[in-house]
């Protein structure tokens, strides 16, 4: 059960982040007004929402997975794979002290963004992306080791992060686009639902708690979480869809460990 969530608020540069969209820049006010719907529906799923200000350096900013992998046993602290957003990692290393006593590093040659891990269990996938390198996965999965985890790498070549091609709800179920639907270390030991290509920015929901997350407006995506005896909050994401920016971007969810 989570209990702590991080935000960010985006800064007003968020219009000059990065993004493989063609679907225009994202209107500021509307995306304060998403955000603030997205801690709204965060709360109701039974956690306490620590925001962050807004920080103009960074458009990228309240994208807050990437900079951070937080277990209930230690915070792992990223090296992004985008340029424009290494330093990000600063301004989250003294919150994290808050919760946690073990605060770990990836380092330089080795990247590594949040985005790309996925957790089932005590076990983490990361996603070799154009985000994540060998020397971070490799860095990572030796943290993990020594904390009692295990890890394992793959493949992201059609999407931005592993997470955004799929997630796991827990259950055995895993929500799946392209090529994460055929991959065997998913399919054989999961039941990996395939979301409908119109809709497959939906694939990136959140497990939370007794509930899952989805972005507003996918009615198909929204009946298969029904079908599979999910209770679906929905909050609107059109604006960080421009940018390449998911549910599960948008926060860091963990159980504190002080």
Not at 18 to 45: A, V
Request: aromatic share 8%; glycine share 8%.
């Amino acid at each position: 059960m989570f209990k702590q969530i991080i935000v960010r608020t985006p800064a007003r540069s968020v219009v000059d982040g990065i993004t493989s969209q063609n679907l225009g820049k994202p209107d500021i006010e509307l995306t304060l007004e998403q955000h603030e719907k997205y801690i709204e529906t965060m709360r109701k799923t039974g956690v306490e929402v620590r925001i962050l200000p807004a920080d103009e350096r960074f458009p990228d900013g309240n994208y807050v997975e990437d900079v951070a992998v937080l277990t209930d046993r230690c915070a792992i602290v990223t090296n992004p794979g985008a340029e424009s957003r290494k330093d990000e990692i600063y301004g989250m290393v003294d919150i994290l002290k808050d919760y946690f006593d073990d605060i770990e590093y990836i380092k330089a040659p080795g990247e590594l963004e949040g985005g790309d891990i996925m957790r089932v269990g005590d076990h983490f996938y990361i996603g070799q992306s154009k985000r994540t390198n060998k020397e971070g996965a490799d860095q990572f999965i030796a943290i993990l080791e020594k904390y009692g985890y295990t890890g394992s790498t793959i493949p992201v070549t059609e999407v931005l992060h592993l997470k955004t091609g799929i997630t796991y709800m827990e259950d055995g179920n895993m929500l799946a686009i392209g090529e994460h639907t055929r991959n065997r270390e998913f399919t054989e030991k999961y039941n990996v639902v395939e979301i409908p290509v119109d809709e497959s920015y939906a694939v990136n929901c959140i497990r939370m708690n007794d509930y899952v997350v989805m972005p507003e407006g996918f009615p198909r995506t929204r009946k298969i979480l029904d079908d599979l005896g999910y209770e679906v909050l929905e909050t609107p994401m059109s604006e960080f869809e421009k940018m390449d920016g998911g549910l599960t971007c948008l926060s860091l969810r963990f159980v504190p460990v002080k």
